[in-house]
Structures are given as structure tokens and as C-alpha cells.
């Protein structure tokens, strides 16, 4: 499943051809009978060249012909294409891919390296999750060749293969059930990747975590047999001298009930997917190791899973985290939070990095700020932030900042305690939930992407099928490059 590119045409089961939303329909390449099908359909205004529109032209017996099918993808106005709209065409290639029964595609670049994106587009809505199919129906897509290259394209197109991979890596864990990966199979699946990636791996369990302390991530997983775990893997490959290691933390909940502040229905189904920070994590470790990173990256993930029970943290109830600072847990729902206060503490004090980056389903409030296609960003410091956002717009994972505006963010200050895991009065949710994290980096800069709106799409959209999304791992990955 490679994204290749080739100079000269070759031959697939369907060719897609790109066109641009123009006066005179411009194709080349047709066969005649294609070429008169394809004019017709224009003159008719059946097909348009608006973006993402297509159609299918089938073949007429010519024997000579390099496809079985041909399908024209409108891309809009020329004037207005650019990367996120090449993705969003090209997502249809699975479509039209599906709808004619072909495993090999090829498609024409229209400019510069966009048919590269076009093809990734095309794989990334190509994923489908079968593993709890009985019957596996449908033609998979096994290859898609950019017609058409400039010098850039090859290296590019391995690259977005990578990346292809290692989101369907995240998508394959992210979208497996909790009663499948709880807590215990979550770490197995961190060992096997370390294993396949050569990094070493430390696992700290329940006894160990009680004696050192880390009463945060303790009292979130209390109520469940399984579980907690803090792992921690280290990725190092010639990195330069004297410099120090660079952290991404990822929120590991394997399922999240919202404990005794239990979560109502219609909000509490899809839980499984509040394990996706700390997949992204492992995806992004995947892409490091299959392009040759050179450096050092710590990984941290902190992996809980937040049930009701007798056994369950109650409200009101106040530990102490790893940092030595309490907290008043007033709301049982906001666990993530505390797992991931352990998790940077202690990442923090055990392997100084010089920057921190967090993953987490966070909030649901970064629904209601930024809606299910723009990850939310809460930084401390300055260079980092415009390092997340300029490479989030290179690589069209759209994500916005929200402010650490210091009124609200002293609000976590607790009265009979430092802090207060839920700050009622302050309805900035999202915002919140970085402040409190702030509290535990000790002055390291940290960016934390709240995915809750984007690491899951219910009813599916361009590039994302309904699921698991997979994004963030190309922007982590990508930026962290530039620190
Ligand atoms: N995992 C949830 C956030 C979430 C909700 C992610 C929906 C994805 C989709 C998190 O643990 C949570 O419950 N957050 C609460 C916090 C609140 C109780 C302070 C939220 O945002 O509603
Ligand atoms: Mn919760
Ligand atoms: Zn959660």
C-alpha cells in the first residue's frame, strides 16, 4: 500500500483524472469513446469540475486501453486550489476507487506535488475497520500512482506512505474496544512497538506508582482492577551532543465512564476513543522509526481507566500528585488531566526536556470552541507555539490557540487544597484544562493539543472515515523537527 509516482503513464484498473472548474472541459489521454462520453457530461452539466465532484467513464471493449475505468475528480476553481482543497478532492479516489471495483488506481498530478496529496487523501478515506467483521466485503486499494512527477514527488510520496501507516497504526488502537485493549493489553501494545522500533521501554505499575507517589494517575485508575500504568519509551538515534531530549505525553484512558460524575448516554459510548492522545504518541514513534528521525524523544503515556465503582475516587476527595502538589478532585469526569499531571511531572524530573508536548482528548469543551476539525493549542511559551501553528498549516491538520488569559487560569487554585482538578465558575473548558497541566512542568515549555473535538469523527468527513482520525501525528512529528 505505497503511494508511488512515475513519470509516464502506466497501467491501472482506474485512472482518475483531476480537472480544474473551467469554461472548456480540458482532457488528454482518452480513449475516443471516452473522450465523447466525457465532453457530453460537461455539455450537459452533469459534471462541473466543482471540487470533489466526479464521474465515472466505463470502458467500452477497447482492448488497448491501460484502465478498466475512467474517472474525471473536479478540483474547483484553479485560482482557489491549494493543499487542503487537493486533499479534499483527493479523498474521493477511495470512492470512485470502491464504486468500480479497483485495487489499482492511477492519478494525473495537476500541479507541483499535489496528486501526492490527492493519492495520501485517497488512502487515508480509504481505511475501513474490519476487525470485528465476520465478512470482509469490498475491493481493497492496493496501489495509487502519481502520474506525472517533479523532482520532489518520490520523496514525498514515501514520506506521506509513512505517515499513511502510522495513522492507521493510531486508527487500528484508537478504534479497538476497551474490553479488548484495557489497561494491561494497552501497555502490551507499547512493548511491542518499542520492541519493533529498538527503543527501550520502562513500565511502572500500580505498586510502583504507589511508591512514588503518584497519587494523581493512582486515584483515576482506582476504580478499576486493571491498571494504572506509567510508560515511558525512549526513542534515541544519533542525536546531537549535549542536547537535551524533546517529551511527547499522551492521555491513555482505555475507557472513560467519567467515574461517579458518570457520563450520560450519548456521551458516554464512544469512550474508547479516550485512549487516542496516548495512540497518537505511539504512531508518532512509528513514523520516527520508519523515516530514520535522527534525535532524542522521550515518550510518556499515562494509561488508566476510569470505571464507577466501589472501589472509584470519589468528589471531594483530595491526593497528592507526584509533584507534591493536592488536588480536590470536585469532579470525577475530569480525569485526563490528572493522569497526565503525573505523567509530566514525572517525565519532566526524570529526563529534562527541553520542550513538552501533550496529546489528549482533554476536554469536551474543545467541541463547543473550536468544533470537530481544529485541534486545540494551549501553550506556555512563545516559539513553540509558532512552531505548532506554522506546521500545522504545512501539513493541513488545522489548529488553533486558545489563550492562557492568567484570570482564568488561577481559578484551579483550590481553597482546602492547590488545586481543583474542575473549576466550576470558569466556563473556558478547554482553557482549564491547560492551566492545570501548567502546574506540573516546572517552568518547561509546554504545548498541549486538546484533540477531544478532532481525534474522533462520528459521522466521517474528507480524508477521515467515521472512527478514529488519526491526525496530529504528521504535525508532532513535523514539528518537533524545527526545535
Ligand atoms: N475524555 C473527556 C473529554 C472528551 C469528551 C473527549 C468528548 C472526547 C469527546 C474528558 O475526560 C472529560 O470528561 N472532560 C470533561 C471535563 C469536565 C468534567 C471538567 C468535559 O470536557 O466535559
Ligand atoms: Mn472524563
Ligand atoms: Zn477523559
Known amino acids: ?59 467500452h471493449k477497447d482492448s488497448k486501453a491501460l484502465y478498466k475505468t475512467v474517472a474525471l475528480l473536479g478540483l474547483g476553481e484553479e485560482k482557489d486550489f491549494n493543499l487542503h482543497k487537493a486533499k479534499e478532492a483527493g479523498s474521493k479516489i477511495a470512492s470512485v ?32 475497520f474490519t476487525r470485528y467483521l465476520s465478512k470482509k466485503e469490498g475491493v481493497a486499494l492496493n496501489s495509487i500512482t ?57 513500565v511502572l505499575n500500580r505498586k510502583q ?25 525512549e526513542y534515541k538515534n544519533s542525536p546531537e551532543k549535549g542536547q537535551k531530549p524533546i517529551a511527547i505525553i499522551g492521555k491513555g484512558l482505555t475507557f472513560d465512564t467519567g467515574g461517579i460524575n458518570l457520563k450520560p448516554t450519548g456521551h458516554i ?82 529526563y529534562s526536556p527541553s520542550h513538552i508536548i501533550s496529546l489528549s482528548t482533554l476536554t469536551g469543551a ?4 473550536l468544533g470537530s476539525d481544529i485541534t486545540a493549542l494551549l501553550s506556555t511559551d512563545k516559539k513553540l ?11 493541513d491538520e488545522p489548529t488553533w490557540e486558545l489563550p492562557m488569559y492568567e484570570d482564568y487560569c488561577k481559578k484551579t487554585k483550590g481553597t482546602v487544597s492547590d488545586l481543583l482538578n474542575f473549576s466550576k465558575s470558569i466556563r473556558a473548558g478547554t482553557i482549564m484544562g491547560g492551566a492545570f497541566l501548567r502546574e506540573f512542568t516546572s517552568g518547561t515549555p509546554l504545548a498541549h493539543l486538546d484533540m477531544g473535538g478532532t481525534g474522533w469523527t462520528d459521522e466521517g468527513k ?8 488519526g491526525v496530529n501525528i504528521m504535525l508532532v512529528a513535523k514539528t518537533i523537527s524545527k526545535l
Open 1 to 59: 500500500m505505497h503511494i508511488k509516482t512515475s513519470a509516464k503513464a502506466v497501467k491501472a484498473d482506474l485512472l482518475v483524472l483531476p480537472v480544474y472548474k473551467t469554461k472548456k472541459l480540458n482532457v488528454s489521454g482518452l480513449t475516443k469513446s471516452h473522450e465523447l462520453e466525457a465532453q457530453q457530461a460537461f455539455a450537459r452539466k452533469i459534471f462541473k469540475g466543482d471540487i470533489g465532484e466526479t464521474l465515472i467513464l466505463h470502458n
Open 97 to 128: 476507487a470502491s464504486a468500480s471495483k479497483s485495487s489499482t488506481v492511477a492519478v494525473s498530478n495537476p500541479k507541483q506535488d499535489y496528486g501526492v496529496w490527492m493519492a495520501f487523501a485517497g488512502y487515508l478515506n480509504s481505511y475501513k
Open 146 to 202: 502519481v502520474v506525472g512527477e517533479n523532482k520532489n514527488s518520490s520523496k514525498l510520496a514515501k514520506d506521506l506512505t509513512n505517515t499513511k501507516n502510522a495513522m492507521f497504526y493510531t486508527r487500528d488502537l484508537v478504534n479497538t474496544t476497551s474490553n479488548e485493549i484495557g489497561p494491561k493489553a494497552m501497555v502490551e501494545k507499547a512493548k511491542k512497538l518499542a520492541k519493533q522500533t529498538k527503543s527501550r521501554i520502562t
Open 209 to 233: 506508582l504507589e511508591k512514588m507517589g503518584m497519587g494523581s494517575i493512582l486515584a483515576v485508575g482506582q476504580g478499576s482492577k486493571d491498571g494504572p500504568y506509567m510508560v515511558t519509551i
Open 269 to 350: 459510548e464512544t469512550m474508547k476513543q479516550d485512549k487516542a492522545g496516548a495512540c497518537t504518541a505511539l504512531g508518532i514513534l512509528k513514523y520516527l522509526h520508519e523515516t530514520g528521525y535522527k534525535g532524542h524523544v522521550i515518550f510518556a503515556i499515562g494509561i488508566a481507566e476510569n470505571l464507577i465503582g466501589s472501589g472509584a475516587i470519589r468528589p471531594g476527595d483530595i491526593i497528592k500528585a507526584y509533584n507534591g502538589k493536592t488536588i480536590e478532585i470536585t469532579n470525577t469526569d475530569a480525569e485526563g488531566r490528572m493522569v497526565l499531571a503525573d505523567t509530566i511531572a514525572y517525565t519532566q524530573k526524570k
Open 366 to 369: 474543545a467541541i463547543i470552541a
Open 385 to 395: 507555539t509558532l512552531a505548532v501553528l506554522e506546521t500545522a498549516e504545512e501539513v
Open 462 to 469: 474528507p480524508c477521515y472515515p467515521s472512527g478514529a482520525t
